[in-house]
């Protein structure tokens, strides 16, 4: 053991060495928790981006192996703190009327919050080993670069919601979940059911509440802006410089709106719910307002823009099993053209092994997590294969391909009119 925690301690301090002196070459300040830290994602070349990666999944597993075996199991509740801190800081909106450098008091977000000062500070004391705000002085309270992010950006809040309003108390019920629907593909057998005590599935019950699906619209932007996600990929390969592409669920138009700018000849039509679509409308930019349209649309049901060249879904089939998402394909084939493309933008689960545990953490973390939701699954390269074929013969399944740095893949299938045999009914 003594050797590959070397190992990993020399893989750490020559990978952070290659990203620090590129931050330090140009002008970038180093991470830190008591420095602004600045606006956006920064953006690294990938040699660099690698080397960061590197660092993280080194620093990974060596945390595990010196924690020792017991450490190692002991440490879930330290995970389990932070989504509880998270929660009490975005239910309160702790912080977020606070500036960055400003000083305020355990009594006066108390009395902002309504909240017994003992038990805020008790919370925020908590939440400060996690390096969410600061206590520079007994009693004196102020924002960490963490803090200060959840309390200026609003898309990382909105996703923070989802995460600990939505998504935390189903992780509780999954165990029961799996034991009482065993196998189950049913979104109203799911554990998120069981946790909310809802009779609709989530998208239906959020639907209805305009807060909760404004929260969700605002995640998914926050998730597309930050998951090294490249939407201009999309259309990589393609010959043609015009076309007309349907981006089916497809929020606020997050993903059409950057294709458009770089496919000026190109149209895009996204559907979603009506309240959605009432949203993005009010909030699309004037530079892509003739480019990009919206249109109210169930998917679920016949697909009613006909002969388009791509039809695409970005992070929908994840939010339905194999039997649902079967039904999603079979409602595009009656407007789909010869050599229509279904482009579906979702995670693909490499072999197992092909990546580092650190990697495949998040991949089946985030499977489970679909499967609390609505008893959905994150799919492998074969699971996306047989998804085409038991939808119906005539999509040729043609791969998946993964751009250097994003955590999506693209999977892709084209349509062929010409073979005449149909799976299923």
Known sequence: MSLEIEQLANAIASNVAIYKQHLSSHGIPAPSHSELPPEGPITLPPNVENARQAALEASHELHDLLSGSVGHIMNAAQRSTRIMVLHFIHT????????????????????????????????????????????????????????YELARNHLLSAWVGITTQENWSPMLRITEAMGKYPGSEEPLESAYVLAHGVKEDAFKVWEKDPARITQFSNAMAFLHAGSGFQPAEALSGFAQDTGVFVDVGGSKGHVSIQLARTYPKWKFIVQDSKQTV?????????????????????????????DADVYFFKTIFHDWSDKYSIKLLRALIPSLKQGAKVIIADVCIPPKGAVSQYK?????????????????????????????????ARFRFLGVRTPLGSKASFIEAEWNSHVGIINGN
């Open 278 to 306: 009432q949203l993005a409308r009010e909030e699309i930019p004037d530079d892509v307002r003739e480019q990009v349209s919206f249109q109210v649309h169930d998917f679920w049901t016949e697909q009613p823009v006909k």
């Open 92 to 147: 309160y909106k702790i912080g977020y009327n606070l500036k960055w450098g400003s000083r305020t008091t355990f009594n006066d977000i108390a009395d902002l919050a309504n909240l017994d000062v003992d038990d805020t500070k008790r919370m925020l004391r908590l939440a400060m080993t996690e390096h969410l705000f600061t206590e520079p002085e007994n009693g004196i309270v102020m924002h960490t670069a963490a803090s």
């Open 360 to 392: 495949e953490q998040w991949m089946r973390g985030l499977d489970i997590v679909m499967k609390c939701f609505t008893n959905a699954r994150e799919r492998d390269y074969d699971g996306w294969a047989s998804l085409f074929e038991k939808a119906d």
